[in-house]
């Protein structure tokens, strides 16, 4: 993560009746706007797609990822460059003969770090159709790995360990390797953000690994892991009703509660071995 992704302040340190002026180490949170440009090449169109609140640091990747998981972007190839400018402003430039279904994003919404699905009109419209089919459904993990997992995803959150602050997202491989990861204040940016890359480096369907979850898993952070093709999701806290659903429609492991050598298991069941 890059030095503006984090910040000091003075604080008060009060502990059992003891004030002492103190400096603390914060997650950076400020606001991203990602814009569009598309369309043929005498009459080019610049739309402004999005506003997030998110920690500085990867924010192509976010672009590319949340553009791919909100059925924008079909691949990394229809991408003809992303680049930032200043004042927090991401530009993804589309090749000419691109075209776009950009009812998608008709409904206008202002995503928030703390949510991500807010502002949206309905849930329908968030459901976006999956392109992507798996060769083949063999992933299965060992549970004695799966417990693992976590320890090993803490000691690679770098900016977690200076503010305790951030969210991540990583990939595993079956024998429990670290593939990808990034951190972000915000949970479902930093799953665009590992989206992203992975999208770049043309990794996709990411249907050999497990993907890790350092909170709760949200319906909307099963639906971009179904977006990449990702078949288990494995978080350290609760999912929600939703996300336990919609990883049932889409055929997805979910694991919940992964923390002290246990975990819950919600749907597929068949990928763990005990």
Do not use: W
Not at 96 to 121: A, H, M, Q
Not at 225 to 246: D, N
């Amino acid at each position: 993560m890059p030095d503006n992704a984090i910040t000091q302040v003075a604080i008060k340190k009060v502990n059992t009746g003891n004030v002492a002026d103190k400096e603390d180490v914060l997650a950076v949170e400020e606001p991203l706007e990602i814009r569009l440009n598309y369309g043929p090449a005498n009459s080019r169109i610049q739309k402004s797609i999005s506003v997030t609140m998110r920690t500085p640091g990867n924010d192509t990747e976010l672009a590319i990822g949340f553009l791919y998981t909100e059925g924008i972007l079909k691949s990394y190839d229809q991408v003809k460059g992303a680049f930032t400018v200043p004042d927090n402003i991401v530009q993804v430039v589309l090749k000419e003969d691109i075209p776009l279904d950009l009812s998608k994003l008709e409904r206008n919404f202002y995503t928030t770090s703390s949510c991500g699905v807010c502002g949206k009109s309905s849930i329908d419209a968030v459901k976006t159709a999956c392109d992507i089919t798996a060769m083949s459904d063999t992933l299965r993990f060992d549970a004695g790995l799966i417990y693992k997992l976590p320890d090993i995803l803490r000691q690679h959150q770098q900016v977690f360990d200076s503010t305790g602050g951030l969210h991540a997202s990583a990939l595993f491989d079956t024998y429990g390797n670290l593939v990808l990861t990034r951190e972000d204040v915000g949970r479902h940016n930093a799953l665009d953000k590992l989206i992203g890359v992975a999208l770049e480096r043309n990794m996709l369907p990411l249907d050999n690994y497990l993907l890790l979850l350092s909170g709760r898993a949200s319906f909307e952070l099963v639906q971009k892991a179904a977006m990449a093709g990702i078949k288990i999701v494995a978080a350290v806290g609760a999912p929600s009703s939703l996300a336990v659903s919609t990883a049932k429609e889409f055929g997805i492991s979910l694991i919940g509660f992964l923390r002290d050598q246990r975990f819950n298991i919600y749907t597929g069941a068949e990928r763990i071995n005990f």
